[in-house]
T-cell receptor, first 114, second 114 residues
Framework: GNSVTQMEGPVTLSEEAFLTINCTYT??????LFWYVQYPGEGLQLLLK?????DKGSNKGFEATYRKETTSFHLEKGSVQVSDSAVYFC?????????????FGSGTRLLVRP | GAGVSQSPSNKVTEKGKDVELRCDPI?????LYWYRQSLGQGLEFLIY????????KSGLPSDRFSAERTGGSVSTLTIQRTQQEDSAVYLC????????????FGPGTRLTVL
């Protein structure tokens, strides 16, 4: 079946540090890949997405590239800010599944210190 | 415009009681999803509606859980005879027919079963 594995947290960084959060997936069909973010006390927000191999999703300085050969979708940001502190979820939606339901990873908590 | 809304935001109930959780999707969104976020299980899919029908109920954990959607809009998730393991945040999401892989989430209902 389909699944998503992402790195354990928490990840603690200083402001302006480089961020990588690893995400790998297993899918039997043709997945779209997503990163969602959950800020403290708020709901899930879509951060970025990519729908096919080699696509790069980007938003708010975050980027992730859909790598079919390594079944990965790692999240990166060149310079994190305190306001980026949140929980980040990698997810997939199998385009062969007519429901388009999301399969989530376990989440990675990011804490950015001033 | 208005996003996905859920009510109540918090619900505390006693073991064995029934609870109803409500979701108002974004106007015009034909697809509606329920997910559950718990410490032990992470974020997991429960049920998918397209219009008023539910073609994918594969995530409902037991027959104590049911959901309905009326008028292609509001949805209610009902949990009968609640158990402590039902304690979680219940999230609702909706999506537009033309972009079903992009889901917009509500703030969730935090359910605590004592």
């Amino acid at each position: 079946g389909n699944s998503v594995t992402q790195m354990e947290g928490p990840v603690t960084l200083s402001e302006e540090a480089f961020l990588t959060i690893n995400c790998t997936y297993t899918a039997t069909g043709y997945p779209s890949l997503f990163w969602y973010v959950q800020y403290p006390g708020e709901g899930l927000q879509l951060l970025l997405k990519a729908t096919k191999a080699d696509d790069k999703g980007s938003n708010k300085g975050f980027e992730a590239t859909y790598r079919k050969e390594t079944t990965s979708f790692h999240l990166e940001k060149g310079s994190v800010q305190v306001s980026d502190s949140a929980v980040y979820f990698c997810a997939l939606s199998d385009q062969a599944d007519s429901s388009y339901k999301l399969i989530f990873g376990s989440g990675t908590r990011l804490l950015v210190r001033p | 415009g208005a996003g996905v809304s859920q009510s109540p935001s918090n619900k505390v109930t006693e073991k064995g009681k029934d609870v109803e959780l409500r979701c108002d999707p974004i106007s015009g969104h034909t697809a509606l999803y329920w997910y559950r976020q718990s410490l032990g299980q992470g974020l997991e899919f429960l049920i998918y509606f397209q219009g008023n029908s539910a073609p994918d109920k594969s995530g409902l954990p037991s027959d104590r859980f049911s959901a309905e959607r009326t008028g292609g809009s509001v949805s209610t998730l009902t949990i009968q005879r609640t158990q402590q393991e039902d304690s979680a945040v219940y999230l609702c999401a909706s999506s537009f027919q033309g972009s079903r892989d992009t889901q917009y989430f509500g703030p969730g209902t935090r359910l605590t079963v004592l």
